[in-house]
C-alpha cells in the first residue's frame, strides 16, 4: 500500500484537473479507487455517463451497517488568467496549499483517504464496517450523488455520514436546501421604433421579478440553526439588438431552503404570482439537511474533534449545500455531520489555498473518529 502523505494526496488530486469542462472526473476516481483497493477495500467505480464517474469503497461485513465517509471529486472551473498562480500545480506557499480544490475539497477527500487507509491497515478491536461515497458533479447540483441514489445497488447500509467540506475542521449538523427555477416570459418582436406594435419580454420578465423579489422578501421562513430562506437572481438574458422588441428574456433564479415544505410550496407559489408574464421551470430541487445537536453521533463527532479545534459554542450550519442532500434520504435518513479542512471562504475563488496544518487535523479528527465510533457502537 502507499505511503503518500495526507498533503501529498491532495496534491495529486489538484493535479488532475476535474473542473466541468475538463473531463478529468475519471481520472480522479481511478486514481483512488486504486488506491483504496490496494488498502483492502472491495471497490466500485459507476461510470455513469461517459464523462463522470463515482467511487463507492466498503471494507468489512456488506450485510452490516457502515460508518459512511463522503466527498466529491469534481471542481468548479477556472479562469486561469486570472490566477497568479498555476491552478493546477498544486504548490506550497509558506503555510498554505494552492489549487483549485484546495479547499473545494481535494484536501478534505485526501484526508478521509488516508484515515481511511489506516483504519482499515490497523483496524481497532471491534471495527465496524466503513465506506467511502466518493462522488462526481456535485458542483452542478449532486448529480453523480443523485446517480447513486436512483441506482440504490452501490449504496452503503450505514449508521452515520461525514461529509467532509469545508468547515475549517468545525462540525457542522446541516444547511438549507437549494430550489433552482427559470422565468421565461415571451413577447412578440417588431421594430423598436414603434414598440406598441410588439410586445416586450424583458418589461414582462422585469415585472415577474419584482414580482418575485418582493413576495419573497415578505415570506420567508427561518429555521432556528440554518437560517433564512434567501432569494439570488444569479442571471438574466434576452432580446437580440437594441432597435428590436425582444420576443423572448429568461432569468435564472437561486432560492436557498430551510424547510422541506419549501420544494413543493415555492414552485406553486411562483406560479401564481408570474401567471401573466412568465413560466416557471423547476430545474433543480434538492432538501435542506440537519441534524439535532443532542443525537449521539454529533456529541461524538464534537467529542472527538474537541482536542483538535477549538469548537464553537452553538450548533453551526453551512452556507452551501453538500451531496448530503442527497445521500442521507438514500442512506435511510442516517444522522450527518459536515466536517472538513479549510475555510469556507476560500471555495471558488481565485488563488484558493487552504492551511497544511488543517488537513492534518481532518486525518486526524477522521482517524480518531473512525476509532471512537467503533468502541462506541461495541459498547
Not at 452542478?140 to 447513486?148: K, P, R
Not at 415544505?261 to 414552485?267: G, H, N, Q, R, W
Not at 412568465?278 to 430541487?285: D, N, Y
Request: proline share 7%; aromatic share 4%.
Amino acid at each position: 500500500m502507499t505511503t503518500t502523505s495526507d498533503m501529498e494526496l491532495a496534491q495529486q488530486l489538484i493535479r488532475l484537473p476535474s473542473t466541468p469542462e475538463s473531463g478529468g472526473e475519471p481520472r480522479v476516481a481511478e486514481l483512488l479507487a486504486k488506491r483504496l483497493d490496494q488498502a483492502g477495500f472491495t471497490v466500485e467505480v459507476d461510470h455513469y455517463d461517459a464523462a463522470h464517474a463515482n467511487v463507492v469503497a466498503r471494507w468489512g461485513d456488506p450485510d452490516s451497517p457502515a460508518l459512511c465517509l463522503s466527498g466529491h471529486l469534481d471542481t468548479v472551473t477556472v479562469v486561469e488568467d486570472e490566477w497568479s498562480i498555476d491552478p493546477h500545480a498544486g504548490a506550497v506557499v509558506g503555510q498554505r496549499l494552492y489549487g483549485r480544490g484546495a479547499v473545494d475539497m481535494k484536501t478534505g477527500v485526501a484526508a478521509m483517504v488516508r484515515a481511511a487507509e489506516e483504519y482499515v491497515v490497523s483496524p481497532p478491536p471491534g471495527a465496524v464496517p466503513l465506506a467511502l461515497v466518493l462522488t462526481a458533479q456535485e458542483e452542478v447540483g449532486s448529480l453523480g450523488a443523485t446517480a447513486l441514489a436512483r441506482d440504490g445497488g452501490l449504496l452503503p447500509k450505514s449508521r452515520f455520514l461525514l461529509i467532509a467540506e469545508p468547515t475549517s475542521n468545525q462540525p457542522v449538523l446541516g444547511h438549507r436546501g437549494a430550489l433552482w427555477v427559470d422565468l421565461e416570459s415571451h413577447g412578440r418582436s417588431c421594430h423598436g421604433s414603434t414598440p406598441q406594435l410588439g410586445e416586450n419580454a424583458i418589461e414582462k420578465l422585469v415585472e415577474a421579478l419584482t414580482r418575485v423579489r418582493t413576495w419573497a422578501e415578505g415570506t420567508a421562513a427561518t429555521h432556528e440553526v440554518l437560517g433564512r430562506r434567501t432569494l439570488n437572481i444569479g442571471r438574466v438574458g434576452g432580446g437580440t439588438l437594441r432597435n428590436i422588441v425582444p420576443d423572448l428574456a429568461a432569468a435564472e433564479l437561486d432560492f436557498r431552503t430551510p424547510l422541506e415544505a419549501d420544494a413543493e410550496l415555492l414552485p406553486v407559489a411562483l406560479d401564481e404570482l408570474v401567471e401573466d408574464l412568465a413560466t416557471v421551470q423547476r430545474v433543480l430541487s434538492l432538501p435542506p439537511v440537519y441534524t439535532p445537536p443532542d443525537n449521539p453521533w454529533v456529541q461524538l463527532v464534537r467529542r472527538v474533534a474537541g482536542p483538535h479545534v477549538d469548537l464553537s459554542n452553538g450548533p453551526l450550519a453551512a452556507r452551501f449545500f453538500t451531496d448530503a442532500s442527497v445521500l442521507t434520504r438514500a442512506l435511510g435518513g442516517v444522522p450527518t455531520v459536515i466536517c472538513g479542512p479549510g475555510s469556507p471562504d476560500q471555495a471558488h475563488v481565485v488563488d484558493e489555498w487552504c492551511e497544511i496544518d488543517q488537513i492534518g487535523v481532518a486525518t486526524a479528527i477522521y482517524t480518531d473518529l473512525l476509532r471512537a465510533a467503533s468502541q462506541a457502537v461495541t459498547d
